[in-house]
Nanobody, 115 residues
């Protein structure tokens, strides 16, 4: 069955960096666009970044442009989110997402930016 397992979240100081990973299994990873979303307490889940299959074209939300980089390694069935210059926010949880005839979400990994 399809599984998406995120890792790499945690506590970081303002201005710091984290790299999130999402390891996928149970489907042909290279055939799918992969995305990262985030959800802060009391807010709706929002798109952070998306990377297309084949072309590798990347799309970013305005609030992360220039700070975050999405990438993928099809040989490892993994999508990454490099986050730099992190700012204090309401401790969002970051989710890996695979769209398709059925959509799949990972369990999420929390990122806390605090001094």
């Amino acid at each position: 069955q399809v599984q998406l397992v995120e890792s790499g979240g945690g506590l970081v100081q303002p201005g710091g960096s984290l790299r999130l990973s999402c390891e996928a299994s149970g489907f042909h990873f290279s055939a799918y666009t992969m995305s990262w979303y985030r959800q802060a307490p009391g807010k709706e889940r929002e798109l952070v970044a998306r990377i297309l299959n084949v072309s590798g074209s990347k799309q970013y939300a305005d609030f992360v442009k220039g700070r975050f980089t999405i990438s993928r390694d099809d040989a490892k069935n993994t999508v990454y989110l490099q986050m730099n210059n992190l700012q204090p926010e309401a401790t969002p949880i970051y989710y890996c997402f695979r769209p398709g005839r059925r959509n799949f979400w990972g369990q999420g990994t929390q990122v806390t930016v605090s001094s």
